[in-house]
C-alpha cells in the first residue's frame, strides 16, 4: 500500500511472489504477471519482496491518517552508537578529501522492542498522520520472502515516477530540523537553501539523476536550484525533475532498477560509496531501498525507502534507520544530530520520546 498527496494504490490479495528482480521484471513484460508491488532492498542482488497482486487498487483518496499511537518502549538501541557514528562520519571525511569517494551516506539503526504489540496497520495510518502529504507506506515482507515481518514508513522522497512516456523524479538531499516556532523555523529553512555545503550535497543527486535518465531520455529538465519542502520533521532541498522516455515500454520499474540508490542514499560515485557503507555499516536491508508499483503498461512509482522501519512478525520488535549525506565539509556532531531529527519520523508515529534511545 502506497499512499501519496495524489492518491492510494493498494495491492490486493497475491497471485505471485518474487525474490529475483529480474524475474519479476521478466513476468511482468511477457504478461505472465498483470502488475508488480513491493520492496527492493538498498542493494538489488539482496533477495526482494515483490509480489504480484490479485488486484491493483489505484485512485483512491490518500489515508487519512491517525493520531500518533502512544506506545512504550521496553529497550531502545542504536547501531552504531553515538560514539562511533560520529567517528564513522569523521572517517568517511577523510576519505573524501583524499580523493576516493565525493559524496558517501552512511546510516544508522535503531532496535526497539515496544510494551505492547502493534499491527501493521495501525503504525500506517499514525505515519500517514504524521505528514501534511499524508504520504506512508506499507509492504508485506513476509509475502516474498517468508519472514512476516513488514516494512513500514513515511518517506516523502519519490525515486520516480512514470505515466506513458513522461518520468518524474523528486529527489530530497540537505537537511535541517522543523521547529515548533514559526520564526526559527522560517529562518532555518532560509538557511538551508543558502547552504553551500547542503547545495553541494545535493547537486550530487541531481547529477546522478541527469547522467542516469539521458541513457534513455531525449529530454532531462530540471531547475537549477531547489526548493524547499517540508515533512513533519525535517526540511529538505527537493528537484522536480522531468523527463520523456524515446521507448515508453521502459517500465517503472525498469527505471527504479536503473536511478536507485541515488547519491541521496549512497553517494558518487555510486559503486565506491555502496563499497564503503558495506564495510562500514553492513547490510542495510530494505532501508535505502525502494517501494512501490509497476501496472502492466508499466506505469508506476517507487519511493525511496527511508524514514521507516521494519515490524517483525512479533509486532513489538522494530528496526528504524536515519542517515545523511556526508561531503568534504561535512560536522560529525551536527551529521549525528541530522540522524536524530529524521529517527522521529518513526518514533513521533510510535508515541515514544527520542530520548528513550539508551545508546
Ligand atoms: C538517508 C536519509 O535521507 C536522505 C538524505 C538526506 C540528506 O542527507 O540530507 C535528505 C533526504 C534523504 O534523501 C534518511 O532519512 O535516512
Known amino acids: 500500500m502506497l499512499s501519496r498527496p495524489h492518491g492510494t494504490v493498494r495491492g490486493e490479495g497475491v497471485v505471485g511472489s518474487f525474490t ?19 520492496a527492493i532492498p538498498f542493494d538489488a542482488r539482496d533477495p526482494a519482496a515483490l509480489v504480484a497482486p490479485a488486484r491493483l487498487r489505484t485512485g483512491e483518496a490518500p489515508l487519512s491518517g491517525s493520531a500518533p499511537l502512544s506506545r512504550r518502549a521496553v529497550s531502545t538501541v542504536s547501531h552504531p552508537d553515538r560514539d562511533e557514528h560520529r567517528e564513522r562520519i569523521a572517517h568517511a571525511v577523510k576519505r573524501i578529501v583524499a580523493g576516493d569517494v565525493g559524496k558517501v ?3 544508522r539503526s535503531v532496535d ?18 504524521g505528514n501534511a502529504g499524508h504520504n506512508a507506506f506499507g509492504v508485506d515482507l513476509g509475502a516474498a520472502t517468508g519472514s512476516g515481518s513488514w516494512l513500514l514508513g513515511a518517506s516523502p522522497e519519490a525515486l520516480l515516477r512514470k505515466s506513458g512516456s513522461t518520468v518524474t523524479c523528486h529527489p530530497y538531499a540537505g537537511s535541517a530540523p522543523r521547529s515548533a516556532d514559526p520564526a526559527v523555523d522560517r529562518a532555518t529553512a532560509d538557511e ?16 546522478h539523476l541527469r547522467e542516469r ?29 522531468r523527463a520523456t522516455l524515446r521507448d515508453p515500454a521502459v517500465t517503472a520499474l525498469d527505471l527504479a532498477l ?18 564503503i557503507i558495506r564495510e562500514v555499516e553492513g547490510d542495510r536491508g530494505f532501508y535505502a531501498g525502494t517501494v512501490g508499483w509497476c501496472d502492466a503498461v508499466g506505469d508506476g512509482e517507487w519511493m525511496v525507502s527511508i524514514r521507516c522501519a521494519e515490524l517483525a512478525a512479533d509486532g513489538r520488535s522494530l528496526r528504524t534507520w536515519a542517515g545523511g549525506g556526508i ?3 561535512s560536522d560529525p556532531q551536527a551529521e549525528l544530530d541530522e540522524t536524530q531529527f529524521k529517527l522521529r519520523t518513526v518514533f513521533n508515529a510510535l508515541g515514544i520520546p527520542l530520548a528513550d534511545i539508551v545508546n
Do not use: N, Y
Open 20 to 38: 529475483d528482480v529480474d524475474e519479476a521484471s521478466a513476468a511482468l513484460r511477457a504478461g505472465e504477471v498483470g502488475s508488480l508491488t513491493g
Open 105 to 107: 551516506v552512511l546510516a
Open 112 to 129: 526497539l522492542v515496544l510494551d505492547e504489540q502493534i499491527r501493521p496497520a495501525e503504525l500506517l495510518d499514525a505515519l500517514a498522520g
Open 192 to 207: 538551508l537553501a543558502a547552504s553551500t555545503k547542503d547545495l553541494a550535497e545535493h547537486a550530487f543527486v541531481v547529477d
Open 213 to 241: 535518465l539521458g541513457h534513455l531520455c531525449d529530454e532531462v529538465d530540471a531547475p537549477s536550484t531547489p526548493q524547499l519542502e517540508s515533512t513533519g520533521e525535517m526540511w529538505h532541498l527537493a528537484t522536480p525533475i
Open 258 to 275: 536503473l536511478l536507485g540508490p541515488t547519491p541521496a542514499v549512497c553517494g558518487t560515485p555510486s559503486d565506491v560509496a555502496a563499497q
Open 327 to 329: 561531503v568534504e565539509h
